[in-house]
């Protein structure tokens, strides 16, 4: 009898439980609808251009009182010469270190004194500069930013610590997680002499040239008015504080030359490795990919969608083959990188040396598959729900709704990109995502293979995926010399 009713209990259970999961997938719909009318929406800017072509876009939020600002500086590393790569990257460095009447250190304390902060960050295509006060020190805030913009000091000894330490960095790069560098050899290898191959930090052998006249060269050329986006959010009445900063950087000269523009990308045919020796590594980090999509592309949502699946949440699909099923890695990822061109689109992971062929393998399997069978309905749903989910925390502050404004307005976009985005989500389907995920991931015949790893060990599985390029680790550049074409 008591056998009877377990089973009596567990068919109840298994009912109620399929019957509970029809229930969450019917609930679905109606959570994802409710998701789109409640969505995300970009709040108003005042939008002014000043007579030197410096583009103002201000939104009063007064809830908290804080002022956040993000700035773009059109040039970033597309502005470097050849040769001088990482010159942006110094001079962004060097804009934070002493400006108008304040050296290094009394910049730095006049910042900390009332709780703010101000950052340079160094870009492909701009430089980004953003920050945060206390409302009641916008005045400073204003002070401070254009004393940077407008007057930096460049002074040649901090040229000098700057230097050392962006090189040690490298060096500290190399020799620590190769996941934050891989990326970059990645770049130079597949993009070669286009700008997108330039490492947007230098290289040990660009950054051992850069002087201060490179610098001031640089600053001459790429920082002026009709390069700057400034979007300011916060406790601010918008009015004031436009006259503000009319009288504070309407006076900044345009840059000498014009703004330099990235020329269309391709992707490339065939397949091609790049194998990065370090002979003391135990482990082997792999990107395999090619040319993606831009920032503007019209199947963006669609992209990210697809990319949520292959390797952009934990439960993606190389995530449970890498890391859930098989334990070959401790992380398996997809990356999609957007600039005004085309940027590379690659799967990543890394394992221990002996089994790379069996991780890459995996990865490409992986790949394959999902290039061919695209996605189903239960994978749609969830990654619809993710993406929904994870969207509306990133423009909740302030600062990341400044954020986005300066970066919408320097692709050319608007408020839509935001506002229609719940909707993009909610409305993709199977033959759209399948749509993108051909046209846009990469066959199997066509991709460009970086590898770094112990060589002695890797190098016949490396072959095995295509021609073999192979560099040292201590090489002071990303790609061999003779291996950048295009």
Known sequence: ??????????????????????????QRPAAQQAQVQDAVKLPKATVLELKNGAKLLLVEKREV???SFSAKVRGGALGDPEGKEGLAALTAELLQKGAGARDARQFAEAVDSVGGFIAVAPGREALDVYGQFMSRDTTLMVELLSDLLMRPRFDPAELEKTRERMVSELAAAKDGDLRGIIGTYFHAFHFGTHPYGRPVIGSEASLATLQREDVLAYAKAHLGGDRLI???????DA????????????GWARASTPAPVAPPTQATKGR????????DATQTYFWAGNTGISRTDPARVDVALANTVLGGRF????????????????GAASVVVRDTQPGAFAVSSYTKTESTEKALDLALDVLARYRQQGVDDTLLASAKEYVLGQFPPTLETGRQIAGKLSELSFYGLDASDVDDFAARVASADKARLQASIQRVLPSGDDLTVVLIGKAADIRDVARKYGTVTEMSITDPHFAPRASVKK
């Open 1 to 26: 009898m008591k056998v009877f009713m377990g089973k009596v209990a567990l068919a109840a259970l298994l009912v109620a439980s399929t019957a509970g999961a029809q229930d969450a997938k019917a």
């Open 65 to 67: 009182p804080l002022v």
């Open 230 to 236: 400034l979007s300011v959010v916060g406790d601010i």
């Open 239 to 250: 009015k004031k504080l436009a006259k503000q900063l009319e009288a504070a950087l309407g």
């Open 272 to 279: 091609r490795v790049l194998l990065v020796d370090k002979p």
């Open 315 to 330: 439960t993606s699909l190389l995530n449970t083959a890498l890391r859930i099923k098989s334990g070959l890695s401790y």
